[in-house]
């Protein structure tokens, strides 16, 4: 059995927040969305954020894959929240387990690992972000096996990638940022990330916009808050019937944000060129 940690950077009441509108917590959906791609997994969360760690006798050693979570948090603003996760981002890295990364994850272990993340110059990119589209070193990249050349994906961020750290490679892109996914190599330490929510459902995306109805306001997304009620409905509408063909077409949403194992690609890509040959390889060597 392949065991998996989920390196949760976002403070919980943070989570609470978004929960009391719906959403699922952050280790609810990467369990459930690596769970699509694989049945002999193994979780342990920790809420890195808050300063939970490894417990006595655990190692990062002990696991065949790290995932980092998302996050509101800015890695650019020096606060315990946030250098509590450099320190075991870091230690991760160099342990040599393999490591995924969406939004948060990305732009931590940038910052971690040399590079500069910024609040992105575009604005906020919320709720799908629109044609994404794999580079010539993307294209060719396990993480985009089975995607298309461009392609949409949920999403909810405010900052980005400005500069990668040495022995890293953008792997995507789309207008609102310049790396949308990206690797980052060193010996045998290795690390994938996206700058989207391969893990996000849209129940996820209604709780986001709807806990953030003013400030969404405020950024001019909308009028108003009751402007936003048709969308945060429609998208409810959808994660509990995706066959809703009208709504659908009303959002400008296909099946690879309405189905689900399209929707988490990236993430099964990871377990299955990364995750479970590692686990194969400490099996053979116990």
Not at 17 to 27: C, E, F, K, L, T
Not at 193 to 208: R, S
Request: overall charge neutral.
């Amino acid at each position: 059995m392949a065991r998996i940690l989920i390196f949760d950077g976002a403070p919980a009441q943070s989570q609470r927040v978004i929960a009391s509108h719906g959403g699922p917590s952050n280790s609810e959906m990467f369990e459930r969305a690596l769970s699509l791609h694989a049945s002999a997994l193994e979780f342990l969360a920790l809420n890195v954020a808050d300063g939970e760690g490894l417990p006595k006798g655990i190692a990062l050693a002990d696991f065949d894959g790290v995932v980092i979570t998302g996050s509101p948090l800015s890695v650019y603003k020096t606060r315990p929240e946030v250098t509590r996760q450099i320190e075991l981002a870091r230690d991760a890295f160099e342990s040599g387990v393999p490591m995924y990364g969406s939004c948060w994850g990305l732009q931590l272990m940038t910052a971690t690992l040399g590079g500069v993340v910024r609040l992105n110059p575009e604005g906020r990119e919320l709720g799908v972000a629109r044609n994404i589209a794999p580079n010539e070193a993307g294209a060719g990249h396990f993480l985009f096996s089975g995607k298309p050349k461009a392609f949409d994906a949920l999403c909810s961020h405010q900052d980005d990638v400005a500069t990668l750290p040495p022995d890293a490679i953008a792997l995507a892109s789309n207008g609102m940022s310049a790396v949308q996914a990206a690797e980052i190599r060193r010996g045998t330490s290795h690390f994938v990330g996206v700058q989207y929510h391969p893990e996000h459902t849209l129940a996820t995306t209604a709780a986001i916009i709807e806990a953030r109805q003013e400030r969404l306001v405020a950024e001019g997304f909308a009028k108003s808050s009751e402007s936003l009620r048709s969308l945060i409905a429609h998208l409810r509408i959808l994660e509990s019937d995706p066959g809703r063909r009208d709504i659908a077409w009303l959002l400008g949403i296909d099946k690879q944000v309405l189905d689900p194992r399209q929707r988490t690609a990236e993430l099964g890509n990871w377990l299955r060129a990364r995750v479970l040959p590692r686990r194969a390889q400490r099996a053979a060597a116990a």
